[in-house]
């Protein structure tokens, strides 16, 4: 039998609100970023990451992120019904930072930053020229959580450099995402794997693919 490995629990009932977050963001990673671009009601193109995102649907494709409290994106999007996510490249990574900072409304971290912003095929919001890719969303739902809004936006459109796409999709070599970790850290992609999922049929008619997992 295997030794158990001595373990330390973390109890949100029992520890400050703050200090179970940065747990939970230690834990909950890598995170893909969103940097959702959107507009004011006053024409204020606003420019903020959000590790707090992922698909949410296929059919129809909807993705969804998360504003911790109410963030000027949060209130654009409802303002103007749509926004655009934009994939984090490694190139920009200090861009990236840089936007997170708590800007007030009226001023518009893409051009305190450098980040150009270009027009969007299908909706309003401007995308990030610099961006090997862009999604384009339409305001779909949102759904109040505690201190949190979950915002889910209807996909119109997927538009990516056609350098970065091969056989069809986008290719991660091209695309270089960054990714959140813990605190101040981040990630980038690091070694890429690839592996083909194993039917049931293949599993249960051959032996040796179970023993094989097993036998690490
Ligand atoms: C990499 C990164 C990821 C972040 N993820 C989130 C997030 O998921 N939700 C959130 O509310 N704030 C997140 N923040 C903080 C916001 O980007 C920050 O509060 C920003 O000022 C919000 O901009 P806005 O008010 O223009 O929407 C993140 C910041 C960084 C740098």
Redesign the pocket.
Known sequence: MTEQRERTTFDPTAMETRAFYRVLNSVVVPRP?AWVCSRSAEGVH?L??????TVACVDPPVVQ?????R????NNVEATGDFTINLTPEPLFEQ??AT????PPDHS?AEHTGVRLEPSETVTALRVAESPVSIECTLHSTLRLGDSTVVFGRVQAISAWSSAVRDGRPRIEELRPLA?LGGNEWSTIGEVLEISRIPFRAWAEDPSIGEKVRDR
Do not use: C, M, Q, W
């Open positions: 970023i606003n903020a990451p959000h590790s707090f995102y992120f998360t504003s911790v409290g963030k000027d994106s949060l990236v930072n997170g900072t708590d800007f971290e959140r």
